[in-house]
């Protein structure tokens, strides 16, 4: 029982994904596969410092086994996207990594955590943005992508439905969008817990000041005892925004739809390989650009919420 709620903890502790800029979603009760109780639900955060354990990714699991074949094939492996010492990077694939399992007609980025404008820009480029509009919103994203998001969009549109952008950054992001979001709620944290005793003004001074990954590391680290950086500082930071540079919209391949809802539309979405496959994040959808029936054998596994199937890296 200990070990099922350490796992859970950990799968909870990266809700809220890739689309991060925003309000929070509400937090439908999740149903199948990784049942739990209500206390273990971990909404009130208990358990957020088992989640952040230093558990080191195991390399058996089904999503590590699947993803070093997928990515041989690039000629990477989850140890160039990722450092496998790296525990917060790690964590950090296994929340947002099922975009590395995507078809071969779209590019992956090298790295699990972009760290400049510069290498996100390179990406960007080397994938090769393609635009379009839609009511009125530019809509950016790998040429595959956008090609199968019009063609669910046509058919949506056959059935008398519609899908559109959830806001003016549902699609390609800039990596210094990533950081501002994170900074909005890495700052008033300092501040507010510099104020309660909890953080030294040196302390403060130098976690403002670190390079972003090595803040990143130190902000989860600061959360194990109890100091959260959430916009009302009683849970994971990592609910309500992404760290910086890990984002799937840097890499042109994740939509936020308005329609998120709608469960035809999502089913027309994954007929044309778009998936959601960040828990906890409902109008982020994924392009993966597959077969839903392949995603099992693909090392992700389903995690039903409410009505709502996300396709979540399978790690044990
Ligand atoms: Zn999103």
Redesign the pocket.
């Known amino acids: 029982m200990i070990k099922k709620v350490l796992l859970f903890s950990l799968l909870t502790f990266f809700v809220q ?4 800029n925003e309000s929070q979603q509400p937090k439908p009760k999740e149903t199948t596969q990784t049942q739990t109780t209500a206390e273990n639900r971990n909404d009130g955060n208990q358990n957020m410092s088992d989640s952040s354990s230093n558990k080191k990714p195991n390399p058996q699991s089904a999503f590590y086994e699947t993803l070093n074949t997928v990515l041989s094939k690039r000629g990477m492996s989850a140890n160039t996207v990722c450092d496998g010492d790296d525990v917060v990077a790690r964590r950090i694939l296994e929340e947002y990594g099922a975009m590395f399992l995507a078809n071969e007609v779209v590019l992956v980025p090298p790295v699990c955590m972009f760290t400049s404008e510069q290498a996100v820009l390179r990406f960007q480029n080397q994938a090769g943005p393609k635009a379009t509009n839609i009511g009125g919103i530019k809509i950016e994203l790998q040429s595959a992508a956008l090609n199968d998001l019009l063609a669910a969009r046509a058919e949506a549109q056959q059935q008398g439905l519609d899908i559109t952008p959830r806001g003016g950054e ?1 699609a390609r992001r800039n990596f210094a969008d990533t950081v501002r979001l994170w900074d909005s709620r890495v700052k008033p944290a300092l501040a507010y817990w510099q104020s309660k005793g909890k953080i030294s003004s040196q302390d403060a001074a130098r976690i403002r000041s670190l390079p972003m990954r090595d803040q990143v590391r130190e902000v989860l680290e600061l959360e194990k005892q109890g100091i959260y950086f959430s916009t009302d500082f009683s849970k994971s930071i990592l609910y309500s925004v992404a760290a910086p540079g890990t ?3 840097l890499s042109m391949l ?3 739809a308005k329609e998120f809802g709608n469960k035809r539309v999502r089913e027309i979405l994954a007929r044309h390989g778009w998936f959601q496959t960040v828990k906890s ?1 409902a ?2 959808f994924t392009y993966l650009g597959v077969k839903e029936s392949e995603l099992p054998s693909l090392g992700l596994r389903s995690v039903k919420v409410g009505e709502q199937v996300f396709w979540v890296p399978n790690v044990n």
């Not at 994904?17 to 991060?20: A, F, K, L, P």
Request: proline content about 7%; aromatic content about 8%.
């Open positions: 994904g890739g689309c991060r549902a984002s799937q919209h994740a939509f936020d994040d109008p982020h």
